[in-house]
């Protein structure tokens, strides 16, 4: 007689911050690496799964579908979901307990090699019972539908690829972009004007050698993210930081800092790390400076879709008459990280020769996935999911105000902004006097809070402050991580 399914030892917690597919994932894979669910073992049914644990479906289906994709588990069609019999694991390299490396002293470098590991690490992780409190760039993973999203990675499995491999991407994603772009922020674009990438570094670095020679200057936003002038530098470029003022960056301050640059990457319409939206008049100058010197500018938009006062403030890319400006967006922001798409929207006269270098330049973005977030954006969910988190973000950003200002007002000086997904905490009365941000960064991440010091974006004199990310924290969340938050800077007095 076949043996039936064996009984799940998971169990989900639906008001834990970890979403119930994550839950159920790496409850399995614990399972299966401790041999409670033994080799070759069976598993019940999707359905029968998600009755047994209360959840949707499609959270069962979007765990079995990873674990299936990493080789923990086994299906194929008209049979049952089993445990594999060779674990990924197994292939792993045995270590030999009896032949240990002797040399512990670190490698020769080079020196870009050496730069790289001296620069500061902004990369803290929250601890337990804070989620996500308070890091930059996630968006509110508990507030993504799951549901919709692995039917649409099921369909695209199913059937399989549809379209040629194509290294601008796929055809449906680039015609769903433009549509929506044309829609949601007035971009007037066509599919064949969009190339999808594989992140802001990738995309800089296509421009940067297309478009420039080495040691040509481009223009960058002082503060600004680091990643932008690391990537233009890796390509050969020779970074210009350029002062932010509240109107953004202003060419026609910038004087002989201009000199001989024909690039300037900017965030006009949430500048970032500062939040300060580009003046028209700021706007029309910097349009201006690229056409007298036949220059371009890659706008990149970043977070411009998440405003909370009045609409979106249209891209710089609208008022382009002249066709200098290469407008540049990413999913990881506003949907998941894990995706790892961005998209350049290229001037009519960039087609041609960006088509021609992408054989050359870099790998080119994974394929799987791009059709279903066509449908995504096509069915209408992206636009709904905008919709929604632009009221949530809002909201968290309302409550992490509150809370800064009923328990840290002492310590730490918080406005709130008209958009973004981060604030800026400044330094208030009680700051202690010897602690630097990077220092306050440090002692909050052996804290279990994630933040990133504000001097870190800055090139010439630091800016002293703390740069909070919300979005990703639920609301119950908030209030208890700034307590803790203003408790760690209170003890380093």
């Not at 069962?60 to 674990?67: D, G, P, S, T």
């Not at 199913?158 to 040629?164: A, C, L, Y």
């Not at 998209?343 to 054989?359: D, F, K, S, T, W």
């Not at 000086?413 to 981060?422: D, I, K, L, S, T």
Request: one cysteine or more.
């Amino acid at each position: 007689m076949a043996r039936g399914p064996l009984p799940l030892p998971v169990s989900l917690d639906p008001d834990a911050p970890t979403p119930l597919h994550v839950q159920l994932r790496e409850g399995l894979r614990a399972a299966i690496l401790d041999r409670r669910l033994p080799r070759g073992a069976r598993l019940p049914a999707s359905r029968v799964m998600a009755a047994d644990l209360g959840c949707a479906r499609g959270t069962v289906v979007l765990a079995l579908e990873q674990l299936i994709a990493e080789g923990y588990l086994t299906a194929r069609s008209g049979s049952a979901t089993r445990v594999a019999a060779t674990l990924p694991d197994d292939a792993l390299p045995r270590a030999n307990a009896s032949v240990q490396p002797t040399r512990t002293d670190i490698p020769s470098l080079s020196r870009r090699g050496a730069r790289l590991v001296a620069a500061p690490d902004r990369r803290f992780m929250a601890g337990p019972g804070v989620p996500d409190a308070f890091a930059l760039g996630r968006p509110a993973l508990d507030a993504f539908p799951y549901e919709v999203w692995a039917r649409l990675l099921q369909a695209e499995w199913r059937h399989g690829p549809t379209e040629r491999p194509d290294p601008r991407g796929s055809p449906a994603l680039r015609a769903a972009i433009a549509g929506y772009l044309a829609q949601a922020r007035g971009v007037a674009c066509e599919a064949d004007d969009v190339i999808v990438t594989a992140g802001i570094r990738q995309s800089l670095r296509l421009l940067a050698e297309l478009l420039l020679d080495p040691g040509e200057a481009a223009l960058v936003e002082e503060p600004g993210f680091p990643g932008i002038a690391q990537a233009l530098a890796s390509a050969g470029l020779r970074p210009v930081p350029i002062p932010i003022g509240p109107g953004g960056l202003a060419v026609s301050g910038a004087g002989p800092l201009l000199e001989g640059a024909r690039l300037a990457v900017v965030t006009p319409a949430h500048h970032y790390p500062l939040g300060h939206a580009m003046s028209l008049e700021n706007r029309l100058d910097l349009l201006a400076w690229a056409e007298a010197v036949s220059g371009w500018i890659v706008e990149d938009d970043y977070d411009g879709a998440y405003r909370y006062a009045g609409r979106p403030l249209a891209p710089l890319r609208a008022l382009d008459r002249g066709g200098r400006v290469i407008y540049v967006g990413s999913f990881s922001k506003l949907l998941l990280p894990a995706l790892g798409l961005s998209y350049l929207v290229l001037p009519r006269g960039l087609v041609a020769p960006v088509n021609q270098a992408l054989a050359e330049i870099g790998p080119a973005p994974p394929g799987i996935g791009q059709w279903a977030l066509a449908r995504f954006i096509e069915d209408g969910h992206l636009a709904g999911h905008l919709r929604r988190t632009r009221r949530l973000y809002a909201l968290r950003q309302e409550v992490l105000v509150d809370a800064t200002r009923r328990h840290a007002a002492d310590v730490m000086n918080v406005a709130p902004m008209e958009g973004g997904m981060h604030l800026i905490a400044r330094p208030g009365p009680a700051w202690p006097d010897a602690l630097g941000d990077a220092e306050a960064v440090a002692r909050l991440g052996r804290a279990g809070i994630s933040a990133v010091a504000l001097s870190a974006y800055h090139v010439g004199a630091p800016e002293p402050g703390l740069l909070l990310g919300y979005a990703a924290v639920p609301e119950r969340a908030i209030e208890p991580a700034v307590q803790r938050l203003a408790e760690t800077l209170r003890m380093a007095d």
